[in-house]
């Protein structure tokens, strides 16, 4: 199999592997659930001049459901497992290696989301609690390698809409994408790619979330909190 089909699905059996574990121990399950709302509402009031900017609000948008959604994607992930050798057939080299940050992602965020929820006493989520399970799962190269897996995403979208070729490939691609089974990622593909062609550039929006995420991680790695004041530069 190609090297990065056998990466993109190790990556989703690590997802699956997470979603056992917590199945099997409903508490924790329960913890998952709310530490993942409560990273939307974090989202949401670090980037609210983002989401309420004219240029950048759907690319915002676009990161807090697509990226930071707290949305159960089983049923997705299983179906996109069956095909991805279909997948590396079908899609060009460039976007292959995009699916392959964001399996990566996924997976990776799975396991922080899991590693919290160990930690945590309760099901209700608070700033503090949150802050101090991020502090007790530590491992801050890996939280450095998530924010530069979500921007090696975010930047692939905005090398595609300067590529007019890539768009039309993408536009071909969804009868036979849709056949395969792929259409779920064909339309987050397609989503991103409009989103990040109506920004008319994305350097500064990048540039923007990057510096937030590592203020964010550098913030709580030195004892403060998930929801202090959002810095809007």
């Not at 989301?113 to 101090?132: C, F, H, L, N, R």
């Not at 692939?156 to 890539?166: F, H, W």
Request: with cysteine; hydrophobic share 40%.
């Amino acid at each position: 199999m190609n090297p990065q089909a056998e990466r993109i699905l190790e990556c989703l059996h690590e997802v699956a592997a997470e979603r056992v574990r917590r199945q099997g121990d409903p508490g924790l399950a329960e913890r998952v659930h709310e530490i993942k709302r409560f990273q939307h509402l974090r989202f949401q009031r670090t980037y609210a001049d983002l989401l309420a900017s004219p240029r950048y609000s759907r690319a915002a948008q676009f990161f807090l459901d697509d990226l930071y959604g707290p949305e159960d994607f089983t049923r997705r992930d299983e179906q996109f497992a069956r095909v991805v050798p279909g997948l590396v057939r079908l899609f060009p080299l460039e976007i292959v290696g995009t699916v392959m940050s964001l399996g990566e992602l996924h997976a990776l965020s799975e396991q922080f989301d899991t590693a919290m929820g160990a930690v945590i006493d309760g099901p209700a989520i608070d700033d503090s609690q949150y802050a101090e399970a991020w502090r007790r799962v530590g491992r801050p190269a890996d939280r450095e390698r998530q924010i530069m897996l979500m921007m090696a995403v975010g930047s692939a979208l905005d090398r595609y809409t300067r590529n007019p070729l890539l768009r039309t490939s993408l536009r071909l691609m969804r009868g036979p994408a849709s056949a395969a089974g792929l259409g779920v990622l064909q339309a987050f593909l397609e989503r991103g790619f409009d989103t990040f062609r109506d920004m008319r550039g994305a350097q500064e929006f990048l540039a923007t979330v990057t510096r937030r995420e590592r203020e964010l991680a550098a913030r709580l790695f030195a004892g403060g909190t998930a929801l202090d004041p959002a810095r809007t530069r």
